[in-house]
């Protein structure tokens, strides 16, 4: 069972950056695709950043430029790097990551980590 621990969340102010963390359980990392979710309250979860095994990235609009989507596989870690953090930016973050289609390609979610933005 592949477990997926996050970290990084927290209050920061408009204008200001953080970086969040999620260490996955995974034996090969490498061969998993990844990605950042996130949902504000009364709002459907939405995709923020994915990334493929293969490197292809891809961000929602709003967050373009501003977010970046990266993984460390030697350390079975992937990150977010949020800056020029916004009001509109504040919910929970949720990283998720699917297996290689040999391992039936199944779905895997972080528990969750609040980020607000506010002054």
């Known amino acids: 069972q592949v477990q997926l621990v996050e970290s990084g969340g927290g209050l920061v102010q408009p204008g200001g950056s953080l970086r969040l963390s999620c260490v996955i359980s995974?034996?090969?990392?490498?061969?998993?695709?990844m990605g950042w979710y996130r949902q504000a309250p009364g709002k459907q979860r939405e995709l923020v950043a994915y990334?493929?095994?293969?490197?292809?990235?891809n961000y929602e609009d709003s967050v373009k430029g501003r977010f970046t989507i990266s993984r460390d596989n030697a350390k079975n870690t992937m990150y977010l790097q949020m800056n020029s953090l916004n009001p509109e930016d504040t919910a929970v973050y949720y990283c998720?990551?699917?297996?290689?289609?040999?391992?039936?390609?199944?779905?895997?979610w972080g528990q969750g980590t609040q980020v607000t933005v506010s002054s």
């Open positions: 998720y990551t699917k297996g290689p289609p040999y391992l039936g390609a199944r779905e895997y």
């Open positions: 995974a034996s090969i990392f490498r061969l998993y695709d």
């Open positions: 990334s493929s095994s293969s490197g292809n990235s």
